[in-house]
């Protein structure tokens, strides 16, 4: 799964539960970290205030909310892959994944 800091909400918690299910790997760059269902509400003054109410945790228990999902390859765009159009995150997740699923000799 490519991962980004704008990986958020239901799609850490989408990437949480794949990656405990299958142990889906992840390339990118940690993730917003902004998991939980989100409730809004105004105080005098106008002010807005909002707060998650739910708490997501790892399989082992460990935070993901402020953490966010760390990737097992890190992997992010330059200035110069962007200005040439090109993708390097994906670049480098295909290899990564085809050596991953790669059966050696038996």
Known sequence: MLVNDGTASQ??????????A?????VGSRTAGQDGSVTFFS???GIRVSF???????ADGHQLQRV???PDLVV?????????GRDEVLERATPYMNEL????AK
């Open 11 to 20: 799609a850490e918690a989408g990437g949480l539960a794949v990656e405990m």
């Open 52 to 58: 998650s109410g739910t708490e997501f945790r790892h």
């Open 22 to 26: 299958n142990g889906m790997k992840l």
């Open 68 to 70: 966010g999902l760390q």
């Open 43 to 45: 105080i005098p003054g």
């Open 101 to 104: 699923t790669v059966q050696p």
């Open 76 to 84: 992010q765009p330059t200035i110069a892959g962007i200005g040439a």
